[in-house]
Nanobody, 120 residues
Framework: QVQLVESGGGAVEPGGSLRLSCAAS????????MGWYRQAPGKQRELVATITSGDVTNYADSVKGRFTISRDNAKNTVYLQMNSLKPEDTAVYYC??????????????WGQGTQVTVSS
């Protein structure tokens, strides 16, 4: 099995910063793409940022210039540095990873989510 565990969420004032981390553990041979998604109450889950194994990144327009996604392959960990946070960023943030569980089989896995709240 594969498990993803997020950390780093919390409450912050507008304009503040947070760094989210997500570590993958279990039995697998590699990870293709890792990313962050978020979901606010009453809204659908939306993509925030993704990063491939070749370090190609993709960001939602709403966070570009403020958020930075990165990964540490030695630690099987993806990070999301969030700066200049706005109240609109308030949501549960979920980690996602496309994982090679064998050399010929892959699957998508999700973390349990971590709450980010931006308010005065």
């Amino acid at each position: 099995q594969v498990q993803l565990v997020e950390s780093g969420g919390g409450a912050v004032e507008p304009g503040g910063s947070l760094r989210l981390s997500c570590a993958a553990s279990g039995r697998f041979f590699g990870i293709y793409t890792m990313g962050w998604y978020r979901q606010a109450p009453g809204k659908q889950r939306e993509l925030v940022a993704t990063i491939t194994s070749g370090d190609v990144t993709n960001y939602a327009d709403s966070v570009k210039g403020r958020f930075t996604i990165s990964r540490d392959n030695a630690k099987n960990t993806v990070y999301l540095q969030m700066n200049s946070l706005k109240p609109e960023d308030t949501a549960v943030y979920y980690c996602n990873a496309e994982v090679l569980t064998t050399w010929s089989r892959r699957g998508a896995y999700w973390g349990q989510g971590t709450q980010v709240t931006v308010s005065s």
